[in-house]
């Protein structure tokens, strides 16, 4: 048997009764609490050149549903400058230089964002271009870019593709030889 000191007694816990009134357990609507200050930092200003790499992905895989959304030749605003300035995109895999070659005789240098995909900035506006893109081993190849042109399908060419109910796909679908911007072509 244990013996306890002389000076210790033993004590059992006993509950103390709160005086607090009583709360209710139920939420407080969020709209009703006071509004959470927060630090106010400055965003850095978007990127108009900017394209998300899935959708860069997306366009050399062949699967993104717009690529003249992206590839040819686009104006863009930047703040302060009163110019016209445009970005020239194109798709040119395996290229190890890409130029776009200006009506003006003017040479754009386009680097490579991802993907095969080259971008570069012109800025005397809108003309009409061709690509030269240089490849490992081989002659310059100078061509045309398809995307610098207007997609030739409207809205309800598609609407009515959709519905089953074109009755001239012929004349929307497939190549068709004549002019378009001073070029004849299929």
Known sequence: MTQQPQNSKKTTATP???TAPK?????????KLPAKKSKKTAAPP???TFVAPHVLESIAAGTYYNPHEVLGQHGIVSPGVTDPITVIRALRPLATEVFAILSTGAHVELGHIGFGVWQGISTVGFQDYTLEARYESAPAWIADDPYRFLPTIGELDL???GEGRHERLWDVLGAHYGPRQGITAA
């Open 16 to 18: 103390v009764k709160s």
């Open 159 to 161: 609407h009515l593709i």
């Open 23 to 31: 709360t209710s357990s139920a939420k407080v609507p969020t709209s």
């Open 46 to 48: 978007a990127d108009p």
